[in-house]
């Protein structure tokens, strides 16, 4: 097999929480080493409290830290190694790590880095050539907001994808899941990805300065243009199309079970009517036409939800499609690991932990995207809390013994976090009662090969 | 003048729609040399809207404006022998193809990766698709409100007892377009430094999928599905109406929960039924009561700057006329003017990032219909201006 694009480069991951953490992730499948670097006191909100996501078997086990699911996706193929950089010991173990490394990510508020003397123009002293990049809420700079504490959530408002989103009518929505960050995410890989490219052709490093809230904004910019030559406010559609209908999302059979279609021209819709069995409906010259089916679409939703409803949603998606009309299920967190085409493609990967982690086996995502020449795949299991401490200090930097053991009893390395607590766990069959969850599978195991 | 970060690469940019020209787009902000290469008819992506003062003329779709912005525009017509020859020897000349076309299309002119690679072995082609480029459902119709179903984020967006919500705009489109361009990015490093050429199969909506970290892990973590929200109950960390819109607050951060009854100025806030994570769950409609009742007459742009003083999570619904005038925008150079032959002058949204040694920098509108066609066919490969006339006659170009 051919090189992977990233061997040999060595990445410092002072990140937390999702965006830049992911981007990690992403380097390490590319073949990067990645260091993730935490503080003893400071573990990454990922393995505590609400950002954790759930347990193996939703049991914390001994080494809680180490088993939440939102950790182990995004640290993926990283090594652990903690370091207090609070303490300028801690400090000046970074120092000699960026002296030996290609790219440094952090995410720290602007003032954070600056006032450990570890900016980018410090950092270029160490090492001239190194790429440092910075993921903050609203960018480096003199901004008004550039201090201003931030997360995905409320970001979603302020970035004007709330406006955007939601039903009909109705108030504005969040949807899905701390989605800006994954914006910054592949912002950083693509700039890292030019900036390495770049550095390889001049021998220059640079520093990348990502602020989550304009990755947001650039998502919107046809509603920008639109206000800026327009003076249009855009608004919510809920889930029709600005011009082409009817498109919506319908019921199908069994519970919470949907279908979504998208009918383009009078060809899709004339298919749609065939297969609706309604030729009444394809002569009516009530939705002959595109502009009429768009000003008549609450009475297309009200017909389409009663002839979905007794489908089944995968097969009504092979149906549509047959006809040539785009359409496709509401796929779950469940449903995905069932997917044929999903399957087909290798996006869920089987990860294997070493026993001692007591983690089993388990499946996370892989990548958006696939390399024809170097596949890729994830490469390691998402470390535990310092486990790297060692090969580290003492093979990398080369610290003796003696020293090491120093930094573990003044507490500058760990590998028991000194803060933090689990992230709550309730019992699966509650949390579906009180709506926390849709539905819990206990054969999950089984039925996965786990 | 800086050199751009992928000064020196060469782009033909075969797409119609969004996420492929998103792509490019970027490509070229960081100082790639893009070619848009259209149908002699023009994209698709000319006939969507909205379009500058509603007129809508090939020139005027703004999502074309915006998202074709750095890039030279030629046309070519690939369903004809003439224009499949021009394309392989453009082939030779670049180092990046990308291109959204239904898998197999290009394969069907003898333009697939394969055959291109013969051509040009360190080529890197990207192909950004609904589903990919194989699979069972490779070959059905994608579209963005799909995207959003098959890649999970619809099963957790909206409330219960509705039918799931997508995201507004075409964002799923932008992120096949982002994450592409980060694929492509990482490609061409080891283009770069091993000649090795590739194809990069971009899946739209595994792009979407992606995002969905909770969502995904919960089954084999413990076997459960992660679903949409509860119609009512606490609003914390979704929109909540003031005077003059909404704002949304989220605990954590820096800020403790005597900071949001502060800012809130709702003593009842300190109440026990509100004291920790679990009751203030339990008693959410009560909160979500006081907390309305506490803004209705105070403005989004007054609790703004006052949350942050006290480190609490929060945000305003902007709207897209507010964000064209946000003065944090303002301070990081995102918008930048441009005079495009048509329009005229237009304000664009630009900068994705600062890359601080090759900055971002806007060079050249979109380009109108075969803009570039003199200088790619008569300077580039060597055809003569009556050839020109010849071929549009023949509708190659």
């Keep these: 097999m051919s090189q992977l694009p990233l061997e040999g480069i060595r990445v410092l991951d002072s990140t937390y929480v999702f965006a830049l953490p992911y981007a990690g992730g992403q380097l390490a499948d590319l073949g990067a080493e990645v260091i993730k670097i935490e503080g003893p006191g400071r573990p990454d909100v990922t393995r505590t409290g609400g950002y954790a996501g759930t347990f193996p078997e939703n049991e914390w086990g001994e080494d809680w830290w180490n088993r939440p699911s939102t950790f182990s996706l995004i640290n993926r193929g990283k090594r652990s190694l903690t370091l207090d950089m609070t303490n300028p010991k801690g400090r000046d173990f970074f120092r000699q790590l960026v002296a030996v490394s290609d790219v440094v990510m952090e995410n720290f508020t602007p003032r954070v880095m600056r006032g450990w003397e570890l900016d980018y123009p410090n950092l270029r002293k160490i090492r001239p050539d190194i790429i440092l990049v910075s993921n903050t809420g609203y960018g480096h700079g003199n901004g008004p907001y550039s201090s201003y504490p931030a997360q995905a959530t409320t970001q979603e408002a302020t970035h004007g994808h709330c406006w955007v989103t939601g039903y009909p009518g109705d108030a504005p929505s969040k949807a899905g899941a701390s989605f800006v960050d994954f914006l910054s995410t592949w912002t950083a890989v693509f700039a890292i990805g030019a900036a390495l490219r770049y550095r390889h052709q001049t021998g220059q490093g640079q520093w990348v300065d990502i602020g989550m809230y304009q990755t947001g904004v650039m998502f919107l910019s046809e509603y920008l243009m639109d206000a800026a ?119 869920l990967e089987r990860v294997s932990y070493p026993p001692e982690r007591q983690m089993g086996t388990r499946i996370f995502m892989g990548r958006p995207y696939k390399l024809s020449e170097t596949p890729l795949q994830i490469r390691s299991p998402a470390p535990a809390f310092g486990q790297d401490n060692g090969p580290l200090l003492q093979d990398l930097l080369g610290m003796d013994q003696a020293s090491y053991q120093q930094l573990v009893q003044d507490g500058i390395i760990a590998t028991t976090p000194t803060s933090g607590e689990p992230g709550p766990i309730t019992p699966p069959q509650r949390a579906v009662e009180t709506g926390a969850i849709g539905e819990w599978d206990p054969h999950y195991r089984e039925k996965l090969d786990l | 003048m800086p050199e751009g970060a992928l000064n020196g690469i060469k782009v033909l940019d075969l797409s119609e729609d969004i996420a492929g020209s998103f792509c490019a787009r970027l490509l070229a902000d960081y100082g790639a040399e893009v070619l848009k290469l259209e149908p002699p008819g023009g994209a698709s992506l000319r006939r969507m809207g909205p379009f500058f003062h509603d007129d809508p003329h090939l020139e005027k779709s703004l999502p074309f404006l915006v998202l074709n912005l750095n890039k030279k525009g030629a046309t070519i017509n690939l369903a004809t022998n003439t224009g499949q020859a021009f394309f392989k020897e453009l082939v030779q000349r670049v180092e990046v193809i990308v291109e959204s076309y239904t898998p197999g299309h290009l394969a069907s002119l003898g333009l697939s990766y394969s055959e291109l690679q013969k051509l040009n072995p360190s080529l890197v082609m990207t192909s950004i698709t609904p589903f990919g480029q194989d699979g069972p459902y490779s070959q059905y119709q994608g579209e963005e409100i799909v995207s959003y179903a098959m890649g999970m984020i619809m099963s957790i967006s909206g409330v219960q007892g509705r039918e799931p919500l997508k995201h507004g705009g075409f964002q799923a489109q932008y992120e096949g377009g982002l994450f592409g361009a980060g694929a492509t990015t990482m490609a061409l490093f080891q283009q770069q430094a091993t000649g090795q050429g590739q194809q990069v199969d971009v899946s739209i909506t595994e792009c979407v999928a992606s995002t969905m970290m909770a969502t995904q892990t919960m089954y084999p973590f413990m076997g459960g599905t992660a679903i949409r929200r509860k119609p009512a109950g606490s609003s914390f960390g979704h929109p909540m109406p003031c005077s003059d819109g909404w704002i949304i607050v989220q605990t954590g951060g820096g800020a403790e929960w005597e900071d949001i009854a502060g800012l809130f100025q709702a003593q009842e806030l300190l109440e026990p039924r509100f004291a920790d994570r679990t009751q203030r769950a339990r008693n959410g409609e009560a909160l979500d009561q006081v907390v309305v009742e506490s803004i209705k007459d105070r403005s989004k742009w007054d609790l703004f700057p006052e949350a942050a003083k006290a480190r609490i999570l929060f945000g305003v619904v902007q709207t897209p006329l507010e964000l064209t005038r946000c003065p944090q925008l303002e301070s990081r150079n995102f918008y930048r003017e441009i005079e495009h032959p048509v329009v005229g002058k237009v304000r664009v949204p630009a900068v994705l990032c600062n890359l601080s040694l090759t900055p971002y920098q806007l060079l050249m509108p979109s380009p109108t219909l075969g803009q570039h066609n003199a200088e790619i066919y008569v300077q580039g490969l060597g055809y003569s201006q009556q050839d020109l006339c010849r071929l549009r006659q023949l509708n190659v170009i």
């Design chain 1, 229 to 347: 030559v327009n003076g249009r406010e855009g608004g919510r559609i809920g889930n029709q199309h600005p011009y082409r209908a009817p498109q919506g999302c319908y019921p199908a059979q069994g519970h919470d079970q949907w279908i979504t279609l998208s009918v383009w021209d009078d060809a899709q819709w004339q298919a749609l009517c065939r297969l609706m069995g309604r030729d009444d409906l394809a002569q009516d010259p009530r939705f002959a036409t595109a502009l009429a089916r768009r000003r008549r679409h609450n009475e297309l939703d009200e017909l389409l939800r009663a002839w979905t409803a007794g489908f089944d949603k995968y097969d009504l998606m092979h149906r549509l499609q047959g006809a040539g009309i785009p359409a496709g299920p509401v796929l779950t967190g469940r449903d995905v690991h069932f997917d044929p085409h999903y399957q087909a493609r290798g996006f």
